[in-house]
């Protein structure tokens, strides 16, 4: 992770929640701990460090996770412009026998009448790029199916995929042994997580419940303020987003 100074330490964050609470550095231990907790508790939703990689396709066409591997956000093959054309995330595609070499085998029936199903639905490629069909979203060209099967630790692909290698970009977990970093953004929102798990049980046992339910709305306060400085909305993206949720059909 960068030392860039837009990001911080998870342990400058605890040095200064020691300061402001007056505690002993006897406790840095026990708030090391909750303040990694608080750390997965902001950084799953936004600032986990993205990873993006190019990993081989298995020869019964599933992709086999990263080690680190926590959540997807992107899966795709490149074009010659360097740019990720996403799949489609198709919930029907099975996860039964997915790590058996005959996979494909065990999971297709022939049987089924399934033309009504035709690519025409597809956006149409006129050789140079990807134009719309009448009633189809103007959006994204998919070029295949996937589905995540994390128990297992793969990614299931349909049948019609023909590449050799899978673009993922996926949310990674942080290294062992490495130093923790967070935008400072996030600052006083672990710091409010932090007077909230810290001070619970004493709140609880001297009956002040009040206390502890206003330091839990604090913090979920302050990382809601955290989130929105971290992620701006930006007018572009409004207008890309509405681009591309535009369907080309006929008035009535």
């Known amino acids: 992770m960068s030392t860039h100074t837009t990001y911080i330490t998870l342990d400058s964050v605890i040095t200064d929640y020691l300061n402001e609470s007056e505690g002993s550095i006897h406790k840095y231990f026990k708030v090391w701990h909750l303040a990694f907790r608080g750390f997965e508790q902001l950084g799953i939703d936004a600032f986990y460090r993205v990873q993006s990689v190019k990993l081989p396709v298995n020869a019964n066409l599933t992709v086999t996770l990263p080690a680190d591997y926590l959540n997807w956000s992107k899966v795709g093959v490149l074009n010659d412009r360097g740019e990720i054309i996403p799949l489609y995330y198709n919930d029907k595609l099975t996860t039964y026998a997915d790590l058996l070499p005959d996979r494909l085998e065990k999971t297709q029936d022939d049987t089924l009448d399934t033309s009504s199903d035709a690519t025409t639905w597809y956006n149409y490629w006129n050789g140079g790029a990807f134009t719309n069909i009448y009633g189809v979203p103007s959006g994204e060209p998919f070029v295949g199916g996937f589905k995540v099967d994390t128990e297992n630790g793969v990614i299931v692909l349909d049948e019609r995929f023909r590449y050799e290698y899978l673009m993922l970009e996926y949310v990674s977990s942080p290294m062992e042994g ?75």
Do not use: C, H
């Not at 490495?178 to 710091?191: D, N, S």
């Not at 604090?218 to 955290?226: G, H, L, V, W």
């Not at 007018?235 to 591309?244: C, D, G, H």
């Open 178 to 252: 490495k130093e923790y970093y967070l935008p400072v953004q996030f600052r006083e929102a672990l710091m409010a997580w932090l007077w909230w798990k810290d001070k619970k049980v004493i709140s609880v046992k001297r009956g002040q419940v009040g206390v502890s339910r206003d330091l839990k709305s604090d913090f979920y306060n302050e990382r809601k303020n955290a989130i929105a400085r971290w992620k701006p909305i930006r007018k572009q993206e409004i207008y890309q987003a509405s681009q591309e949720q535009t369907r080309l059909a006929i008035k009535t």
